[in-house]
């Protein structure tokens, strides 16, 4: 009887709820993992558009010099999509657009050498801050 009694104590001091302070601090680390974790998977995605634009522009560039290379006369400001298009690597039928991180697709301007990201207005798109730095660029 006495292993029973001893069973059955300890049975109700292992029934006791969790306070709402344990689950105030549970739901606190719950929202600060999901907000670190977000702020990740951003990072992630600007990360992989940057890699993503890079690899374009580095398709076109190479487009370019294979272009240039059998006309050497050419100059670099009559190229049009109609010439660059048969020397891409991946058989597109129209130049690569690149998405921002602004979620719009944007234009290689490819009558310079090496070739940028135009943003419409005349402008070159680099969100980097840095025409050398390889990121939204060729870092020429």
């Not at 029973?4 to 606190?28: A, D, H, W």
């Not at 050419?74 to 991946?90: G, Q």
């Not at 129209?94 to 419409?120: E, F, H, K, M």
């Amino acid at each position: 009887m006495t292993i029973f009694r001893l069973i059955n104590s300890e049975c109700k001091s292992l029934k006791r709820g969790m306070t709402l302070i344990e689950i105030t601090v549970v739901i606190v680390v719950l929202i600060t993992l999901i907000g670190v974790s977000v702020y990740g998977v951003s990072g992630y995605r600007d990360w992989q558009l940057s890699s993503e634009a890079t690899q374009k522009l580095r398709m076109v560039y190479n487009a370019q010099r294979t272009y240039l290379s059998e006309h050497p006369v050419e100059a670099v400001s009559s190229l049009t999509p109609a010439k660059i298009i048969p020397y891409l690597s991946d058989d597109s039928v129209a130049l690569p657009t690149v998405r921002g991180l602004d979620g719009v697709d944007y234009n290689i301007q490819i009558n310079v050498s090496p070739p940028v990201i135009g943003n419409g207005a005349g402008a070159v798109y680099d969100p980097s801050g840095s025409a050398t730095d390889g990121v939204w660029d060729l870092g020429g």
